[in-house]
């Protein structure tokens, strides 16, 4: 699997699926997820709501992705998933990171994606120390043994997190 690294807007990418960091509430908010929804109009609001009549507590946890159709995006698909809010490190915030990333992974094998993209989740409003995030998304990513996808994008939004990514990629050699 072909890891990148880029600085850009999300909704412009033209990969099968984009991940969206959202909320439990899975029906749009600020930050990446209301650029999201911005872009995708009003048909990708409609996907969540049938999204979130189908879950058991019409709602969804942290950790967990769920897919739906792309509305006026370029791509097929986005999978949302709520990311932790970041504590202290020591309430399972890793570990719920690491499988916000995993099961994003996963939602998109599901569909036979060839290509997926992510923003740096949790380490806006949900305060993920970034350095920690970015190390957490890059070794789960390196971690999956891919089926179909054969290209994952990091989309940053400033240059700032894009140096962090590129920085850990080069000193751990993790390619
Ligand atoms: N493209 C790519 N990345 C973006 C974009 C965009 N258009 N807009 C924002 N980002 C980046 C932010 O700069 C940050 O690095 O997405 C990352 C995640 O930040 P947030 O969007 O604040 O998400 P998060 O920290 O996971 O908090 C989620 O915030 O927006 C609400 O509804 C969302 O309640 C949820 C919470």
Redesign the pocket.
């Known amino acids: 699997m072909k890891i990148e690294v880029m600085t850009?807007?999300?909704?412009t990418l033209e990969v099968d699926a984009i991940v969206n960091?959202?909320?439990c509430?899975l029906l749009?908010?600020?930050?990446?997820?209301?650029?999201?929804h911005r872009a995708a109009g009003k048909e990708l609001f409609e996907e969540c709501l049938k999204l979130v009549e189908r879950l058991p507590e019409h709602r969804g946890y942290t950790g967990q992705a769920y897919l739906t159709k792309a509305g006026r995006l370029p791509c097929k698909y986005v999978i949302h998933t709520?990311?932790p809010?970041y504590r202290d490190g020591k309430h399972g915030e890793p570990e719920l990171l690491a499988a916000c990333y995993e099961n994003s992974l996963r939602r998109a094998e599901e569909m036979r994606c060839t290509s997926i993209a992510f923003?740096?989740?949790?380490?806006?409003?949900?305060?993920?120390p970034?350095e920690e995030a970015a190390r957490i998304a890059l070794k789960t990513v390196q971690a999956f043994s891919p089926v179909s996808l054969q290209r994952v994008v990091f989309?940053?939004?400033?240059a700032g997190?894009e140096a962090i990514y590129r920085r850990i990629i080069n000193d751990e050699s993790i390619m």
Do not use: R
Not at 119 to 128: A, F, L, W
Not at 155 to 158: A, D, E, L, R
């Open positions: 850009g807007d999300i909704t960091a959202a909320n509430g749009g908010g600020g930050g990446v997820d209301g650029a999201i709520p990311g809010v923003p740096c989740i949790s380490t806006g409003v949900y305060g993920y970034k989309c940053c939004f400033g997190d």
